[in-house]
T-cell receptor, first 110, second 113 residues
Framework: RKEVEQDPGPFNVPEGATVAFNCTYS??????FFWYRQDCRKEPKLLMSVYSSGNEDGRFTAQLNRASQYISLLIRDSKLSDSATYLC???????????FGAGTILRVKS | NAGVTQTPKFRVLKTGQSMTLLCAQDMNHEYMYWYRQDPGMGLRLIHYSVGEGTTAKGEVPDGYNVSRLKKQNFLLGLESAAPSQTSVYFC????????????FGPGTRLTVL
């Protein structure tokens, strides 16, 4: 079983739609959680950290459920520019390393 | 401020050849990482370093060696390239360990024939 699992998609949505991605992680000792964004043939970049209380950054909302070991990302009012691969990332139990999910592809169409 | 840079951007090798990938960062970060990214596999950690002069193995270290002689540079070596090492290689750096943002370089696309 992979340490971080994501639905690979692709999710094809129209502009203005709301879309949600889910991610599960297997290591209950994980302490830090992130969503990274990767554009086609580019490097990953941090989108947002995920906190236990949930957090919001504009149109993006991230939630963490430690009991179910589940992370989510909600994107409201999707834009064409949101088209990318979204990587769920969890820190390894020993702290110095991150474990990346394989990513979920989002395609926003006009 | 260039952030994280990688050299070269593209490379084609024949099986058995060797090469070194260079990563440089100008953010004074302690931690540096080498990943490979393959379709459907996500990013997998090859080796990492928690400071100048230190290195440690990641998830997929076999066939690779690294060195961190200077804080700003992290080198990844392939001594005898194999087709299974065809991949996109990303270097990253961070100010501290897993709880902190990692900044990535633009990647090196390596093909081994």
């Amino acid at each position: 079983r992979k340490e971080v699992e994501q639905d690979p998609g692709p999710f094809n949505v129209p502009e203005g739609a709301t879309v949600a991605f889910n991610c599960t992680y297997s290591n209950s000792a994980s302490q830090s959680f992130f969503w990274y964004r990767q554009d086609c043939r580019k490097e990953p970049k941090l989108l947002m950290s995920v906190y236990s209380s949930g957090n919001e950054d504009g149109r993006f909302t991230a939630q963490l459920n430690r009991a179910s070991q589940y992370i989510s990302l909600l994107i409201r009012d999707s834009k064409l520019s949101d088209s990318a691969t979204y990587l769920c990332v969890v820190n390894h139990e020993y702290g110095n390393k991150l474990v990346f999910g394989a990513g979920t592809i989002l395609r926003v169409k006009s | 401020n260039a952030g994280v840079t990688q050299t070269p951007k593209f490379r084609v090798l024949k099986t058995g050849q060797s090469m070194t990938l260079l990563c440089a960062q100008d953010m004074n970060h302690e931690y540096m990482y080498w990943y490979r990214q393959d379709p459907g596999m996500g990013l997998r950690l090859i080796h990492y370093s928690v400071g100048e002069g230190t290195t440690a193995k990641g998830e997929v270290p076999d066939g690779y060696n690294v060195s961190r002689l200077k804080k700003q540079n992290f080198l990844l070596g392939l001594e005898s390239a194999a087709p299974s090492q065809t991949s996109v290689y990303f270097c990253a750096s961070s100010s501290s360990g897993g709880a902190h943002e990692q900044f990535f370089g633009p990647g090196t696309r390596l093909t081994v024939l």
